[in-house]
């Protein structure tokens, strides 16, 4: 569901610093919303303090949430240390292997590129695939 952004009440968070928020933006700007914002059915923020204040800095006016009704400070509170503490960041080795791995798909090497070119004529040539 989309909330205009003016709409959702920011309380006291457990985050203090918000980090690059920058290089979030630009993610949103390049991919869109990959995950939704989390609010109360009062459009308090419980997670995504980050992706708010990124999709602020785009000048969006609004942004994807999921509404979840909890029952309390409590709730509230445990959503949104759990959210921030139940994921895992890439080790320097799956940065690598993503990395090499997106290059070679952006920069494929000259076989690679007979292949595609042969492919591509055999399908125009006997309409495969549609």
């Not at 993610?27 to 995950?35: E, H, L, P, T």
């Not at 990124?54 to 609004?62: F, Q």
């Amino acid at each position: 569901m989309q909330i205009p952004l003016e709409a959702i009440i920011v309380k006291k968070r457990i985050r203090k610093e918000l980090g690059d928020i920058a290089a979030l933006a630009e993610s949103m700007k390049r991919f869109g919303q990959i995950s939704p914002i989390l609010v109360s059915n009062k459009n308090e923020l419980i997670a995504g303090g980050r992706r708010l204040e990124a999709a602020r800095s785009l000048g969006w006016r609004t942004i994807n949430a999921t509404v979840v009704d909890l029952p309390g400070k409590l709730a509230k509170l445990e959503y949104e240390v759990e959210e921030n503490i139940q994921r895992r960041d890439f080790n320097p080795l799956e940065i690598a292997q993503a990395t090499r791995r997106i290059y070679k798909l952006k920069h494929p090497g000259f076989f690679r590129r007979l292949w595609n070119a042969v492919a591509g004529l055999f399908t125009r040539l006997f309409k495969i695939g549609g």
